[in-house]
């Protein structure tokens, strides 16, 4: 069964096609790049996979759960890192993720284990007493993966996580996820940076809201460079042609 299963989505602002029949399927324990220019529709889609946004074009599957159909089902399955921090500045690391856990029904001890066991898990076990706004933002962020795990998610979602992050912050966060991908866990990364791809992940890519390819990054580009196999995908057209 697949992790998440995406099939002819669509979704329109106005008269502007934002997404235009969509589909693909993603593997479980695999880490997925959704490659695409600023515009292209990334963040549309990511709307419609966390229910923010709502279509009637299409079918979102995650896990088994029919996202129109059984919604709360179907989100228990996800965590979601978004592109704009969420975060209280003023409490606790440790302040937050228990507020989270509790909006999952998640309370006490296990609340606790949860969350100290994620933020283990990306190495920021030893902020947790730290207030969210002395911490730098690559530490934010880690530990907003790390809050967006404490439901044992099956599909994380990230949506241009390394937005605004220093080159070192920005590769301690790819090879974060990349490890919590290797332990199993189903990733979808969105981003328009070929090198946060490793030559092992799946790629899908997302232009003018439809998808151009889906496949392996190794077989996606056969041997050439994925920058230059993305650029000439997403080129704009000749005049003419």
Known sequence: MSALEVSGLGYSY??????DGVSFCLQPGRFTALLGPNG????????????LFVTSEG????????????PRAALSKI???????????????????????????????????RSEAALARLG????????????NGGHRRR???????????????????TVGLDTKSRRAIVAHVHDLAAGGL????ATHLVDEIAPGDDVVVLHQGRVLAHDGAAALTGG?????????????????E
């Open 79 to 113: 965590g979601v890192v978004f592109q704009q921090p969420t975060l209280d500045l003023d409490m606790s690391v440790a302040m937050n993720m228990s507020y989270f856990a509790a909006l999952h029904g998640v309370t006490g001890q296990e609340a606790r284990r």
């Open 40 to 51: 292209a529709g990334k963040s549309t889609l990511f709307s419609l996979l966390t229910r």
């Open 14 to 19: 106005g008269a502007k096609r934002a997404l």
């Open 143 to 161: 530990m907003e993966i790390a809050r967006a795990l404490i439901h044992q998610p099956e599909v994380l979602l990230l949506d241009e996580p």
């Open 59 to 70: 079918r979102i599957v995650v896990a088994g759960h029919d996202i129109a159909r059984e």
């Open 186 to 189: 189903t990733v979808f990364w």
């Open 224 to 240: 050439r460079d994925l920058t230059e196999v993305f650029m000439d995908m997403t080129a704009p057209a000749e005049a003419g």
């Open 124 to 135: 920021m076990a030893e902020r947790a007493g730290e207030k969210v706004r002395n911490l």
